[in-house]
C-alpha cells in the first residue's frame, strides 16, 4: 500500500521548514544562484556525520506557516481574525530578525492600531489599492489542504480568505491557491507506483486553475495557465531546460507569479536525475534544484518541499535535517495536530 497520510501530513511541513530554513542563507545572495559545488558541499555535510552548529533559523515563510496551523489546530475552524492577532503577535513579539516581505510589515501595524477588528481591511489597503502580488501568500498555505483535506471546494475557499489577511491582488490570491492546488494533488497520489507523470501534474493544475482564474480584462489572458502551459514545455526538453532558461522564463523573484510555478517546476524537475545535483533522493533534489535556482531561494524551496514533502511523505526525507533546524519538534506536533481534525 501507499504511504500513510499522517506521513505525507509531516511531509509537507517538515519540508516546507527544512525548504525554508535551507534557503534562506542564498535568498538573494548570487544573481545567478549559489555554485553547484558549494551546495553541494552544504547538502552533503547536512547528511554526513553529526556536526555542532547553531540551527538555522526559519524565516517569515514558517513565521506565518506555523500561525495559521495553530489557529486551525486550536479552533478547529477557519477564524481570519484569530489568524491576523498570531501574525501581529508573532511579528511584533520575535526577537529574531525573519526577513519579511518589504510592505507587508504595514498590514501588520495598521492590524495591531485596530485590534483585528477589520482583519482584511489593512491588506486591500496596499499599493494603493491594488492589493500585494508578492508570495507571500503562496509561502505560507501548506496548513490549508491538510486543514480541509477532503473538501475541496472549501479547501479554495479557506485558501483565499487565509490569502487575503494580507495579500488582496488577484495574482498574490491565485498563486497561493495554486501552491495549495499542487500541494493537494502531492497527498493524493502514491509514490510507491508508476514514477510520476509529470505532464499530467501539470495538466491537473490547469485544469483546476481554469475553473479558478478569470482572463485578463484587456488581453483575455490568465498568467497562471501561461506560466503552467511553460513548466510543460520546459518539461519536455530534450536533455532538460537549463538554470537559465528557467530563471529566465518562469521567475525566480518574490512576485508570486514568478516564483510559485518555480516551486511546483522544481518538484517536477526533481523526479529525474539533474545534472550537478549529487543525489538519489528525490526530496533532497527537489529543494536542492529550487535552491540552485537563486533568487528567492527560501521561499521556492519552501514551497517546493512543501509540496514534495505531501507527495513523498516524512520517510522520503533525509532523518539528519531534523538536528539542524528550529522549530521541527513543533511543526511535525501540528501536522499531527492538522491530521486528527482532517476528514480523510
Ligand atoms: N523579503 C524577503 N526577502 C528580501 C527580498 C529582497 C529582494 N531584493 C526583493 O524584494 O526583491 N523575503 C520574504 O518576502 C517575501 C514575501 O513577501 P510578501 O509577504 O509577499 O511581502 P509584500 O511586501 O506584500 O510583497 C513583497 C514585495 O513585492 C512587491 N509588490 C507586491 N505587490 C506589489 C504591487 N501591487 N505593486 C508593486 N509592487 C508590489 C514589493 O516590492 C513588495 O515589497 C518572501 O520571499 C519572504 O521570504
Ligand atoms: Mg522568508
Ligand atoms: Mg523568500
Known amino acids: 500500500s501507499g504511504v500513510s497520510l499522517i506521513s505525507k501530513f509531516r511531509g509537507c511541513l517538515a519540508g516546507a521548514l527544512f525548504g525554508d530554513c535551507f534557503g534562506a542563507p542564498f535568498e538573494f545572495e548570487d544573481e545567478n544562484g549559489p555554485s553547484p559545488v558549494v551546495l553541494n558541499k552544504f547538502f552533503a555535510k547536512l547528511e554526513g556525520p553529526p556536526f555542532k552548529t547553531p540551527k538555522y533559523a526559519y524565516t517569515d515563510d514558517t513565521a506565518m506557516t506555523k500561525c495559521i496551523a495553530q ?11 484569530d489568524i491576523a492577532k498570531r ?34 481591511k489593512p491588506a486591500s489597503e496596499q499599493f494603493n489599492g491594488t492589493g ?8 505560507r498555505v501548506s496548513p490549508v489542504p491538510l486543514f480541509c483535506f477532503g473538501d475541496y471546494n472549501r479547501m479554495i475557499h479557506v485558501a483565499k480568505r487565509v490569502t487575503q489577511i494580507t495579500h488582496t491582488h488577484p495574482l498574490g490570491i491565485n498563486g497561493a491557491i495554486l501552491q495549495c492546488l499542487a500541494i493537494h494533488q502531492g497527498l493524493t497520489l502514491d509514490p510507491r507506483g508508476e514514477p510520476l507523470d509529470v505532464q499530467k501534474f501539470a495538466d491537473e493544475l490547469i485544469t483546476k486553475m481554469e475553473a479558478i482564474e478569470e482572463p485578463d480584462q484587456i488581453d483575455g489572458r ?11 514545455k520546459l518539461l519536455a526538453k530534450e536533455g532538460g531546460a537549463s538554470a537559465h532558461q528557467v530563471q529566465e522564463s518562469l521567475g525566480t523573484s518574490v512576485d508570486a507569479l514568478f516564483s510559485v ?10 523526479q529525474k536525475p539533474i545534472p550537478d545535483i549529487e543525489t538519489d533522493n528525490k526530496f533532497r533534489r527537489t529543494i536542492h534544484y529550487a535552491i540552485s535556482l537563486g533568487g528567492d531561494t527560501d521561499t521556492i524551496a519552501s514551497m ?11 520517510e522520503e526525507i533525509n532523518d539528519s535535517y531534523k538536528m539542524y533546524c528550529e522549530y521541527v519538534e513543533e511543526i511535525l506536533e501540528l501536522a499531527n495536530g492538522l491530521h486528527k481534525i482532517a476528514k480523510e
Not at 489557529?71 to 481574525?81: C, G, I, Q, T, Y
Open 71 to 81: 489557529s486551525f489546530v486550536d479552533r478547529a475552524s477557519l477564524d481570519e481574525r
Open 87 to 120: 501574525f501581529v503577535t508573532d511579528f511584533y513579539t520575535d526577537t529574531t530578525e525573519r526577513g519579511y516581505g518589504g510592505h507587508v510589515t504595514e498590514v501588520f501595524r495598521k492590524l495591531r492600531d485596530q485590534q483585528c477588528a477589520d482583519p482584511m
Open 132 to 139: 500585494s502580488y508578492g508570495n507571500g501568500g503562496a509561502m
Open 222 to 232: 490568465r498568467p497562471y495557465n501561461t506560466q503552467l502551459q511553460l513548466i510543460k
Open 261 to 270: 510555478p518555480t516551486a511546483i517546476y522544481s518538484f517536477l524537475r526533481a
Open 304 to 314: 517546493a518541499g512543501a509540496i514534495a514533502g505531501a507527495y513523498f511523505g516524512e
